[in-house]
């Protein structure tokens, strides 16, 4: 656990007045308590050794969830991330509120808190790997008027069907995309890859695959896109090796929540 906290990163979500109210009242607090504050400026998106330079002891992201894939995508993946809903939407993976802040202070600078480990996934095509995600990978077709047939491959097996795009994601990214699309909530503490099929001709229902590496092909382009925040496009019949990447994110948590997805989406 961390002796004494001496650098904080921040990430707050841009051009927006929730959101910077809650950095300014926290950064001013950590700073009166003699950490440093380091602001994240710049948009690296692609950048994920962007603070490897600087020692961080954790980062705080503040806005919605889309903030906090950010911060994960760019930080080193030994730094955790704290989690402030102010700005955002549903929050889900949020530790605590806006209303919250003036009590998390003494137990961050204590080590009054644990470390909740979630699943990344990384897809590799051809000789190019992918950023790692923590919610999901979806396929999408690129041309509307052409239904797909999308392979998807374990092991020696594979199925065939025509669909108009396919969700790979973690047990994080359960409550996202494929709960959008009638996924069921995958206990984020499992390891392993939800696969839900979209507009499927036949059907075919989402399913649970052990995280040992699955591989899909499609037979059009497509577009690849990475935790809702970055696009690729995949030309046909490319093989997506999709894996557990090696690095967990590192969340920082104040309490055990066994039932924190379902609490986050209000079923309280």
């Known amino acids: 656990m961390i002796k004494r906290i001496r650098s904080v990163a921040f990430f707050t979500k841009r051009n927006n007045e929730e959101s910077?109210?809650?950095s300014f009242i926290l950064k001013s607090k950590l700073t009166k308590k003699g950490v440093e504050i380091i602001e994240f400026k710049k948009d690296a998106?692609?950048?994920?050794?962007?603070?490897s330079e600087k020692p961080l002891d954790f980062a705080i992201a503040i806005g919605g969830d889309g903030t906090t894939i950010k911060a994960f995508r760019t930080l080193p993946s030994e730094v955790p991330v704290l989690c402030v809903n102010a700005g955002g939407t549903r929050g889900i993976l949020s530790e605590v509120s806006k209303d919250s802040i003036n009590k998390i202070i003494e137990p961050l600078l204590n080590g009054e808190f644990f470390l909740d480990k979630r699943t990344r996934i990384i897809a590799q095509i051809g000789n190019d790997t992918t950023v790692p995600v923590l919610n999901d990978f979806v396929l999408m077709r690129s041309e509307l008027d052409k239904t797909p047939i999308f392979t998807l491959f374990m092991n020696d097996s594979s199925l065939s069907?025509?669909?108009?795009?396919?969700?790979?994601s973690t047990?994080?990214?359960?409550?996202?995309h494929a709960l959008s699309n009638n996924g069921p909530?995958?206990?984020e503490?499992?390891?392993c890859i939800l696969v839900t099929p979209i507009?499927?001709?036949?059907?075919v229902p989402s399913f649970v695959a052990p995280l040992n590496g699955i591989k899909v092909s499609v037979n059009h382009d497509t577009q690849l896109i990475m935790d809702g925040q970055m696009t690729r496009s995949?030309?046909?019949n490319h093989m997506i090796s999709i894996k557990k990447y090696q690095d967990d994110a590192l969340f920082i948590r104040f309490k055990m929540n066994d039932l924190r997805q379902l609490t986050k989406l209000g079923f309280t």
């Open 171 to 176: 047990p994080t990214g359960s409550t996202g």
């Open 189 to 191: 503490q499992l390891d």
């Open 161 to 168: 069907q025509k669909m108009d795009g396919m969700i790979i």
């Open 20 to 22: 910077e109210k809650v």
């Open 185 to 187: 909530i995958i206990h």
């Open 199 to 203: 507009g499927s001709v036949n059907r």
């Open 234 to 236: 995949i030309p046909k």
């Open 45 to 51: 998106i692609h950048n994920t050794k962007y603070f």
